[in-house]
């Protein structure tokens, strides 16, 4: 967070939106009173997404909603599958080399970075209209292993599913 706060400060082309699982983990929290917080904030392009008293109850691709990119963990990639559902690009990091089971299919797509400055780094060569990296968080050669359908009829689905399901009687289960 530090060094993604950081570079909030020091460039006024960036904003950060944060949304962590869990209160305890926001970075005002972890560092109450630090001057780079306070920093960040004063920019006015630093914000903190946060709903609840434990666990964070806003999803994901709420925050995806205002992001050209966002930055999350290969631990938990549901976040990052999230935000690129929203259409987001998403990025992730795997600094302790988690190898999951999406990991050879994470492959075929400008997805995982080892480290945040290795993310960084891709993000600057982005934003600077690199070809190398004009495919930077891009799910689409993926997306369909996640959700086959991507057709925006899912509500349907889902009302046909409870239809069939409430049209049954007891002994048809």
Not at 7 to 29: C, H, M, W, Y
Request: aromatic letters at 8%; charged letters at 20%; hydrophobic letters at 40%.
């Amino acid at each position: 967070w530090i060094t993604l706060l950081k570079r909030v400060i020091e460039d006024p082309t960036l904003g950060l939106v944060a949304k962590t699982q869990f209160l305890q983990n926001t970075p005002s929290i972890l560092w109450k009173g630090d001057p780079i917080i306070e920093s960040a904030c004063a920019t006015g392009r630093f914000l903190e997404l946060f709903n609840g008293a434990h666990r964070n109850t806003v999803f994901p691709a709420e925050g995806a909603l205002v992001a050209d990119i966002t930055v999350g963990s290969m631990m938990g990639a549901t976040a990052s599958l999230e935000a690129a559902l929203a259409g987001c690009r998403s990025i992730m990091i795997n600094p302790h080399g988690w190898r999951g089971a999406h990991k050879e299919l994470f492959s075929n797509a400008n997805l995982v970075f080892e480290t945040l400055d290795e993310a960084i780094s891709a993000i600057k060569e982005f934003r600077s209209g690199s070809l190398h990296q004009a495919n930077l968080g891009d799910w689409t050669p993926i997306i369909h292993h996640f959700d086959p359908y991507r057709d925006g009829q899912a509500g349907w689905r889902t009302r046909d599913l409870l239809d069939e399901l409430l049209a049954c009687t007891p002994s048809e289960g």
